[in-house]
């Protein structure tokens, strides 16, 4: 059972507020990863991380960023929230080297009004 | 760059059909191949992978075969149940494993009753 946490699981927030969203895992995985998902079910990688002090930006410009301090914790920011970042927001986590499965949260659905 | 392609649905069988659902996928160097299930509410979980060339996931009464000769993952069950109802998911990663996983677009499946 993979140990992986998302809080919240469900947000509504107005425009223009600043908003994280956390992601923690017990299992000491290096690398971490935040997806958003669009309804059509899509996943788009918008940030990544390999270990502490370590972050990557992914396929999609989501106007978000992310902070790695501890090995365990990698949170999610939005500075200004607006309507069209309403979507899933799944956070993974995985082992280095070939072949390592990626263990998923169980998501965050924000949705701002 | 790497991609992977599966095929689109969504997918609607009766109880007690087989599925098969296709995955190709472009690479370069060897790739580890996954399938991913996200049922209704949930993050995805890994459903069955497999590391190099002719070897066989299977998970729960499905397989995938890793085909290299035809560049491809098909996931298949002889026997569905209403409790598959969920969105799957064909991924890779390369073999230096330090990239984050390629996805498809995803495959919804219902089974009815």
């Known amino acids: 059972e993979a140990d992986i946490y998302q809080t919240p699981r469900y947000l509504v927030i107005g425009t223009g507020k600043k908003i994280t969203l956390e992601c923690s895992q017990t299992m000491g995985h290096d690398k971490m990863y935040w997806y958003q998902q669009d309804p059509g079910m899509e996943l788009h990688l918008i940030h990544y991380?390999?270990?502490?002090?370590?972050?990557e930006k992914g396929d999609l410009s989501s106007e978000s960023t992310v902070s790695r301090i501890r090995t365990e914790h990698f949170p999610l920011t939005l500075e200004s929230a607006r309507p069209s970042h309403t979507s899933q927001y799944l956070c993974?986590?995985?082992?280095?080297?070939?072949?390592?499965?990626?263990?998923f949260g169980p998501g965050t659905r924000l949705t701002v009004t | 760059g790497d991609s992977v392609t599966q095929m689109e649905g969504p997918v609607t069988l009766s109880e007690e059909a087989c599925l098969t659902i296709n995955c190709t996928y472009t690479a370069t160097g060897y790739p580890s191949l996954f399938w991913y299930v996200q049922y209704p509410g949930e993050g995805l979980q890994l459903l069955l992978k497999a590391t190099k060339a002719d070897d066989k996931g299977s998970n729960k009464g499905f397989e995938a075969t890793y085909r290299k000769e035809t560049t491809s993952f098909h996931l298949e069950k002889g026997s569905v149940q209403v409790s598959d109802s969920a969105v799957y998911f064909c991924?890779?990663?390369?073999?230096?494993?330090?990239?984050?996983?390629?996805f498809g677009k995803g495959t919804r499946l219902s089974v009815i009753a």
């Open positions: 993974a986590s995985s082992s280095l080297g070939q072949g390592s499965e990626q263990y």
């Open positions: 991380s390999y270990g502490v002090n370590s972050t």
């Open positions: 991924a890779l990663t390369t073999y230096s494993g330090n990239t984050p996983l390629v």
